[in-house]
């Protein structure tokens, strides 16, 4: 029976010590007090016997507390270790669950493209992600306890670190010692710690930088053209001037030049935008190579005015799938530099040929050639060796730029192969399955 207000402890304790009381009342009429008495203390001794046993199996467990060696006990006992048995199953229960949420944290840390790294109340490194090891060149198997200043000494981290104004992200440059560009971001957590996430910018840096110089460039080529043609259009309207009709013819023409300069340009210009407009050509075909180099040849003829020979020979059994309208272009750009970089009397050889199932068109000069320290750089926009004799033979400076970027498109590359003073090859090598060849299909 349960008495209200009484746990089991109490109840047992209670009824223990009145069953022995009372078999001590019973035994007194016929045993006598002394005995009696006797029987009672040996009777408490014995609960206190057995309370101090299961105490001691107890304080043993408690050193090493785990589940499984819990003491079997009876009465109270035993009920005080199954209420144990059941809270430590739940300790366990929500340790593992702590665990595998941990791990789930560490997994998703370990994934992001971010830096992630946690810092205590002394800003020393407590965690911190792969990412996060890269971006600040730290190793967690060293580095973990450290002083994040004493890793990340740029004066302007610190500063960032000390300002305890956090609402900005800090932009650092060179953080490794390298090229590298990062934005660091502190955010405060739970007890004065924080978090400092990183993300690498160099890439967005470099290709901001780029569109800045090509918006600087492309302002400084329109500015020639525009300032002239705009001198001499007030010339021509000044009435008070008393021109020539040569002057005049000679105006005119001078201006018509600087006119199809900016033509030129901006046809360049829209060229390359709409190359980067789309990912690949969108008249892709198989091209009749054959009839397309007769037209280049054609083309180089009548750009060289007779003052250069001109060559070819086609592999008549290899065929090319393309953009056609892009790599005539591209084409076109090679076969005029090739005469316009060649003083007259030079020669000009165009070529379609198979190189181990690839696809190469080449055109060679015997033109001025190239300086090795610039080849690397010919393909980059506005890049020019000499800024003069690209302007006078009708150059943008853009050209190479475009081959390039169509290669790309066409997963080919471009070789470029000069000597100085003797004539430059550049060659567009087209990968094998870009290439057909008609003769192994005719044979088979
Ligand atoms: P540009 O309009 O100035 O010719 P390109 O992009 O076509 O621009 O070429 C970049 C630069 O590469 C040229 O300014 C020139 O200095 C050099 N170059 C290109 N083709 C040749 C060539 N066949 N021979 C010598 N130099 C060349």
Redesign the pocket.
Known sequence: MEVPGLNAAWAGFIAMVASIAVAALVAWPFAGAEWALVFLAAGLATIAAYHARNLAAFLRWLKEPRRESLPIGTGAWEEAYTTLHGLIRGRDESERTLAAALARFRAAGQALPDGVLILNSDSQIEWANPTSELHLDIDMRRDAGQGITNLLRHPDFIGYLESNDYREPLVLRRARGDASVLTLRIIEFGDEQKLLLTRDITVQEKADTMRRDFVANVSHELKTPVTVLSGFVETLSNEGMQLSDAQRRKFLGLMSDQAHRMQRLIEDLLTLSALESSARPDDEQNIDVRSLVEKLAEEARMLSGGRHKVGFSVDPDARLTGGVQELASAFS??V???I???PEGGEIRIDWRLRDGQGVFS?E?S????ERR?IAR??E?F?????S???E???????????KHVLTRHQASLEIR?EFGR??T?SAVFPARRVEKIGAARAA
């Open positions: 750009n090679l005029s530099n090739a316009r970089y060649s055109v000069d033109g001025i050639g190239i610039h010919l393909t926009r890049y020019r060796v000499d800024n004799r690209s302007r033979t009708g150059g943008t400076g853009l050209g190479l730029a475009i081959v000069s004539g430059s550049f």
